[in-house]
């Protein structure tokens, strides 16, 4: 074989590996299509009989060179890229992904801009107990210059026996304390009946971690322009995690804080295991603000603090932690509830961890 032919042969080469270039682009613009069409359907984007029987119709005009292993292991990456494809146009869809809004979502909270750069803190008790155990950890709260409380007046607990928070009783201590103390509130609401009712007593609805994919919940809540703060959910992915803010947000509420709060692994060194690379991947995947909850993701008190700066250093907006004034006789969670002496300590440090605006 002389040079000119082989220069002919290689010329030839290069025309069909354009030609295969434009034939997937083509086929990726379809699939493309294939994928809006199925989202408002709901249906899967994988379809393992649907791709079986392109296999065995591919294989069956096979005539070689190549074999039929080899022309499947092929077709089957095509396949894989053009699912990869799919997902990827579904994630850009997302109201809540940083594709479909480049900046950061800003949220005002009693002259608080959460997801501005300068961290926000929420402390307060695991659950209102009385007006005056609130109220000594308001005026905390308030000496310190912040802004927000926490306080569970519902309280999903794992035991039906456990102490469940005092309801409207709990609510209505919340809004005397936020009149008091200019402060605003943050409790978890469980009940999608309770919505509406708890406008009147709270500044920010939490969606608690039991009730991440309670999707009346998130719809209802996604339906009235409070600020949702949605907590992670004991075993949820990050994607199932960006999908029940997604929920909300599809009802017109795009005012959502996330709020990793550690996922149940096997681990019992702490309650559960704090997935700190959490925060800089749903920064990087949506535009909404992202605290991070130590006191439920250690349930130990030993570990707020580092934990803490670990969540500013990585890129939190946020930190919530519990304080009670006298954790020792608390309804709940005594073991990872600081008291007020913990409390001056725990900040005091949590502010030299504080990133320096430029």
């Known amino acids: 074989m002389g040079n000119q032919e082989l220069e002919q042969l290689r010329q030839r080469v290069d025309e069909i590996n354009l030609q295969l270039l434009e034939l997937i682009n083509e086929r990726a613009k379809i699939v493309q299509e294939i994928g809006r069409a199925k989202l408002p359907q709901g249906v899967n984007k994988y379809d393992p009989v649907r791709e079986r029987k392109m296999l065995n119709t591919i294989i069956e005009r096979n005539d070689g060179p190549f074999e039929n292993s080899t022309i499947e292991h092929i077709f089957k990456e095509i396949f894989k890229a053009s699912l990869?494809?799919?997902?990827?146009?579904?994630?850009?869809?997302?109201?809540?992904?940083?594709?479909?809004?480049?900046?950061?979502?800003?949220?005002?909270?009693?002259?608080?801009?959460?997801?501005?750069?300068?961290?926000?803190?929420?402390?307060?008790?695991?659950?209102?107990?009385?007006?005056?155990?609130?109220?000594?950890?308001?005026?905390?709260?308030?000496?310190?210059?912040?802004?927000?409380?926490?306080?569970?007046?519902?309280?999903?607990?794992?035991?039906?026996?456990?102490?469940?928070?005092?309801?409207?009783?709990?609510?209505?201590?919340?809004?005397?304390?936020?009149?008091?103390?200019?402060?605003?509130?943050?409790?978890?609401?469980?009940?999608?009946?309770?919505?509406?009712?708890?406008?009147?007593?709270?500044?920010?609805?939490?969606?608690?971690?039991?009730?991440?994919?309670?999707?009346?919940?998130?719809?209802?809540?996604?339906?009235v322009k409070k600020p949702v703060l949605l907590k992670r959910g004991l075993s949820a992915t990050l994607q199932e995690f960006m999908y029940a803010a997604e929920y909300i947000m599809s009802r017109g509420n795009e005012q959502i804080i996330l709020c990793e709060r550690g996922i149940r692994t096997y681990e019992r060194a702490t309650r559960n295991t704090l997935d700190i690379t959490a925060v800089p991947i749903l920064k990087q995947e949506t535009h909404l603000p992202v605290f991070v909850d130590v006191t439920h993701s250690t349930g130990r008190r030993d570990l707020l603090l580092p934990a803490a700066k670990a969540a500013l250093a990585i890129g939190a907006d946020g930190v919530m932690a519990e304080v009670h004034p006298d954790p020792a006789v608390a309804l709940s969670d005594s073991a990872q509830q600081m008291d007020l002496k913990q409390f001056d300590e725990f900040y005091n440090e949590i502010l030299k961890a504080v990133p320096v605006k430029a």
């Open 84 to 223: 990869e494809l799919q997902e990827d146009d579904h994630r850009k869809a997302l109201l809540v992904s940083r594709k479909k809004k480049p900046e950061d979502t800003v949220i005002e909270i009693n002259g608080e801009l959460v997801g501005a750069g300068q961290p926000t803190f929420v402390f307060g008790p695991c659950a209102v107990e009385s007006y005056e155990q609130v109220a000594e950890v308001a005026q905390s709260i308030k000496n310190k210059g912040l802004k927000l409380i926490r306080g569970g007046a519902f309280k999903p607990r794992t035991s039906p026996y456990d102490f469940q928070g005092l309801g409207l009783d709990g609510l209505k201590i919340l809004k005397q304390i936020a009149d008091e103390f200019q402060l605003a509130v943050v409790t978890e609401i469980v009940n999608p009946a309770h919505i509406e009712m708890a406008l009147d007593y709270v500044d920010v609805i939490q969606i608690g971690a039991r009730n991440m994919q309670n999707f009346e919940l998130l719809k209802a809540a996604g339906s």
